[in-house]
């Protein structure tokens, strides 16, 4: 079973710090939900409200359509995976899985039963009576994820559960976990600070900054349409130059920058003779081609094999960089190099 969580203008006071500002969004019920942002953005306190460790200042929290007001952890159709897992060092792994249910009053065998069912949905069927030191850190991973399931939660609720992993074992991870909740169909929400784990694991992704929600859409929505300037910085990489929008007409704005004027797709605020930005993402950014063309010097390039990464920066002293086939890296003419960009692949924003 799988539940939907929404929240109803939440906000969260802690003494004087305004952690969570107005923020309303709903997950649906199966949904792999992640909430992105840097460190400090309240997106950890939004899903400790959720779990029931604390409760809003201001808003409510509905889980099935019940308002969690005054209900504990305990008491809330929830499971949390922690960065730390906090596995139970002296007991074997399939102890650890059945923890939860020992607290319910399940008799040893059919927690032992049920433990191992878990173990063999996670791949781990044959590690059951093995301590929680002698599993590598994506198995211990894994054992916590069990654990969690054995409560049959209808959210399951994770805190950057895979912060404390190598970059290979972490993609690897992420694929499995999202794996494993299509298999389930228990509702996730996932916290992050790793814009690359959002985008590859999630349904939809809502972006925080400083306590306020800038936008909710799914990952390629987020990359290609933002709704905001700090989501076009913070999801990607991305080429900004700055200046003042002049003109809009059939959904395109024209920004009169220190380049001259550029030309992109309008976003929201744009409005004749407001501050704005133009953001084009490295990929979109072409050499010697395109409607919008700029003159770059280039620093450095990265070869990466099929593809390469050309650094420099544009005249206005900007940093450029732009994604381009590894068979056209080479030494790099001395001089300017003109990248152009087309105006459909780049979106003019407002200033926040």
Not at 108 to 118: K, S
Request: aromatic content about 6%; hydrophobic content about 45%.
């Amino acid at each position: 079973m799988s539940l939907t969580v929404e929240l109803e203008g939440v906000g969260m006071t802690f003494s004087a710090t305004r952690a969570v500002h107005d923020v309303s969004f709903k997950v649906e019920a199966g949904e792999f939900f992640s909430i992105l942002g840097p460190s400090g953005c309240g997106k950890t306190t939004i899903l400790r409200m959720v779990a029931g460790f604390i409760d809003p200042t201001e808003g409510r929290v509905l889980i099935g359509g019940q308002d969690m007001r005054g209900l504990g952890p305990n008491r809330r159709p929830t499971a949390m995976i922690f960065q730390s897992l906090a596995l139970f060092p002296l007991m074997p792994v399939w102890e650890n899985v059945a923890f939860g249910l020992e607290a319910r009053g399940m008799a040893r065998a059919e927690r032992r039963r049920r433990a191992l069912d878990l173990l063999r949905l996670v791949a781990l069927e044959e590690y059951g009576d093995r301590m929680p030191g002698d599993l590598s850190g994506g198995q211990r991973q894994r054992v916590a994820i069990a654990r969690a399931l054995a409560v049959e939660p209808a959210v399951m609720l994770l805190d950057e559960p895979l912060s404390a992993l190598d970059l290979k074992l972490r993609q690897h991870m992420r694929a499995e976990l999202r794996a494993l909740q299509k298999r389930t169909g228990v509702t996730f929400i996932y916290i992050t600070h790793d814009q690359s784990e959002a985008l590859a694991m999630s349904d939809r992704v809502a972006v925080m900054s400083k306590g306020v929600l800038q936008q909710v859409a799914s990952p390629r929505t987020l990359y290609d349409d933002p709704a905001t300037a700090f989501v076009a910085r913070f999801v990607g990489e991305t080429n900004a130059i700055s200046g003042r929008i002049t003109a809009l007409r059939d959904g395109v704005a024209q920004l009169d920058t220190a380049l001259g004027p550029l030309w992109g797709r309008a976003g929201a605020g744009t409005a004749p003779g407001v501050p704005g930005t133009i953001y084009i993402r490295p990929e979109a950014l072409t050499p010697g081609a395109g409607a919008n063309l700029l003159p770059a010097e280039i620093e450095r390039m990265d070869f990466e094999g099929a593809y390469g990464l050309v650094h420099g920066r544009f005249a206005d002293g900007s940093a450029m960089v732009a994604l381009v086939p590894g068979a056209r890296l080479d030494a790099g003419p001395a001089g300017p190099v003109p990248f152009g960009f087309d105006t459909g692949r780049a979106m003019v924003l407002a200033d926040d």
